[in-house]
């Protein structure tokens, strides 16, 4: 499967932007996608990951209540709409994919998603 991500840019302090990922090739009914983000001089961190059946999301807390994760089977995408940016959100953010339905414990990890795609930079100014 390959992985295509987009919707990165630079943004002010509160604004919003809405990264998209679209899936092709081999795509994963049932399996789990997911969005990491990377800082530089930081480690890669989980933000949010959803299950194609079921739709069950899963966020990490900085990100509760501010962003949201969506799937669309028809297109093979995920999306990530971001509101409320900080300009501790600025990472380059990747998508990422797993042939499973990863359970709860393992979609927090980024070695369990065997698929990836190239990063999109986000940047929040203050």
């Known amino acids: 499967v390959q992985l295509q991500a987009s919707g990165g840019g630079l943004v002010q302090a509160g604004g919003s932007l809405r990264l998209s990922c679209a899936a092709s090739g081999r795509t994963f009914s049932a399996g789990t996608m997911g969005w990491f983000r990377q800082a530089p001089g930081k480690e890669r961190e989980f933000v949010a990951a959803?299950?194609?059946?079921?739709?069950?999301?899963y966020y990490a807390d900085f990100v509760k209540g501010r962003f949201t994760i969506s799937g669309d089977n028809a297109r093979n995408t995920v999306d990530l709409q971001m509101n409320s940016l900080k300009p501790e959100d600025t990472a380059e953010y990747h998508c990422?994919?797993?042939?499973?339905?990863?359970?709860?414990?393992?979609?927090?990890?980024?070695?369990?998603?065997?698929?990836w795609g190239q990063g999109t930079q986000v940047t929040v100014s203050s």
């Open positions: 959803i299950r194609w059946s079921g739709r069950t999301t």
């Open positions: 990422a994919a797993s042939p499973m339905r990863l359970i709860t414990s393992a979609v927090w990890t980024a070695r369990n998603y065997g698929h």
